[in-house]
Each structure stands twice: as structure tokens, then as C-alpha cells.
T-cell receptor, first 113, second 111 residues
Framework: DGGITQSPKYLFRKEGQNVTLSCEQN?????MYWYRQDPGQGLRLIYY???????QKGDIAEGYSVSREKKESFPLTVTSAQKNPTAFYLC????????????FGPGTRLTVT | QKEVEQDPGPLSVPEGAIVSLNCTYS??????FMWYRQYSRKGPELLMY????GNKEDGRFTAQVDKSSKYISLFIRDSQPSDSATYLC???????????FGRGTSLIVHP
């Protein structure tokens, strides 16, 4: 089955540590995205990539970093510079070239204490 | 004014009711409209995808777009307790692959 996988489902870290969230897709989609979801705030775009080896900042990129070395993979690193990292993180992908719908992974719940 | 407005609810209905979920928007360039269903602690699932104005039906779900009023709706017929979830609307302008999402409406269908 084609889809998007995110791992792990739950992640716990101590303050001051960097942590990397995994996102893999086998949909052959060109574009991939990272969102953060907080209660009552909807989805906020962190980073997106429309092609391998290229990515752009979204609305809330500070304290995050990404890489896109392979079409299938778009890992997100939450750095110690992110002031409030505890949140639900969602990865999505989409085709390009006239198709606008995004498909989401199951999400990773990150808790930093 | 936000680009996309969506009442957060919760909207509570009895099983079997017809549910109407709505979003309004301000950007007249939006042409592509999506509805997602999100269960608690899960990723959003694409339910409906429509282009421009008109209706689209898929089983118990009907998506309606009125571009003249900048208003979109999702109707759920014969609602079931399993429909209890948060429903997110999203929309894109042509050429932009970054959709604008509403904040979601929480729906509760009680037996």
C-alpha cells in the first residue's frame, strides 16, 4: 500500500537536546511538507520541499531544520533553539504539476520536558 | 480577518442527522478546495477534493463550493458515531502548492 510513514509515534526528549523526526513516502510525490499542530491553532507550515535537494521555510521555521536528499524522505530536526517544541508534528506530501491535494502521515507527538 | 474562517464547534448532533460543516474565505484566487477528517491523535485524511464551483458527491459526503459567496460546505448524510472527528477545510490558488487550512470544526455524533 502506498502511503506516508512517520516514526516514532511518540517521542520524549529533555530540554536542550536536538531530535529528528522521520518522514518517508512511497507515493512517488515530488513535494513534501512539515506542519505543526497545536490545540486551537490549526496547522502551521514549518518547511516544505518541492524537489530533491531544495526546500523553503514556512511560516514558523525558526528552531527547525530539514534535509531532502532523497525523493522519498524528508526528516525534520527540532533543535534546542525551538522555544516551545512540544507539539503534534505532521508530514504531508503532494504531487506537483496541477494537483493540489496533500496527503498526511499519522503524525509524531513530541514532548520535551 | 483570517483568510479562511471555520467555526471550531463542537457541533453535536444525534445519529442519523444531516450535518453541515462550513468555511468562508476571503481570497478570490482560491480555486481548489479540500475537506479533511482528523480523528484524535491521528493525521488528517483527505475526504473530498473539488475544483472551482459546484457540487461533488461521494457516498454520504457532499462537498459544495459557492465561489460567488466565498463559501464552501461539507454535508454528511445519515451521520454515524464513527463520523465524530475534527473536519478541516483547505484551499489553494492555482499555481500555489501550499494550501491554506481552516482551524477545523469538531463534530460529535451521539448515538
Amino acid at each position: 500500500d502506498g502511503g506516508i510513514t512517520q516514526s516514532p509515534k511518540y517521542l520524549f526528549r529533555k530540554e536542550g537536546q536536538n531530535v529528528t523526526l522521520s518522514c518517508e513516502q512511497n507515493l512517488n510525490h515530488d513535494a513534501m511538507y512539515w506542519y505543526r499542530q497545536d490545540p486551537g491553532q490549526g496547522l502551521r507550515l514549518i518547511y516544505y520541499s518541492q524537489i530533491v535537494n531544495d526546500f523553503q521555510k514556512g511560516d514558523i521555521a525558526e528552531g527547525y531544520s530539514v534535509s531532502r536528499e532523497k525523493k522519498e524522505s524528508f526528516p525534520l530536526t527540532v533543535t534546542s533553539a525551538q522555544k516551545n517544541p512540544t507539539a503534534f508534528y505532521l508530514c504531508a506530501s503532494s504531487k506537483t504539476g496541477g494537483s493540489y491535494e496533500q496527503y498526511f502521515g499519522p503524525g509524531t507527538r513530541l514532548t520535551v520536558t | 480577518q483570517k483568510e479562511v474562517e471555520q467555526d471550531p464547534g463542537p457541533l453535536s448532533v444525534p445519529e442519523g442527522a444531516i450535518v453541515s460543516l462550513n468555511c468562508t474565505y476571503s481570497n478570490s484566487a482560491f480555486q481548489y478546495f479540500m475537506w479533511y477528517r482528523q480523528y484524535s491523535r491521528k493525521g488528517p485524511e483527505l475526504l473530498m477534493y473539488t475544483y472551482s464551483s459546484g457540487n461533488k458527491e461521494d457516498g454520504r459526503f457532499t462537498a459544495q463550493v459557492d465561489k460567488s459567496s466565498k463559501y464552501i460546505s461539507l454535508f454528511i448524510r445519515d451521520s454515524q458515531p464513527s463520523d465524530s472527528a475534527t473536519y478541516l477545510c483547505a484551499m489553494s490558488a492555482g499555481g500555489s502548492y501550499i494550501p491554506t487550512f481552516g482551524r477545523g470544526t469538531s463534530l460529535i455524533v451521539h448515538p
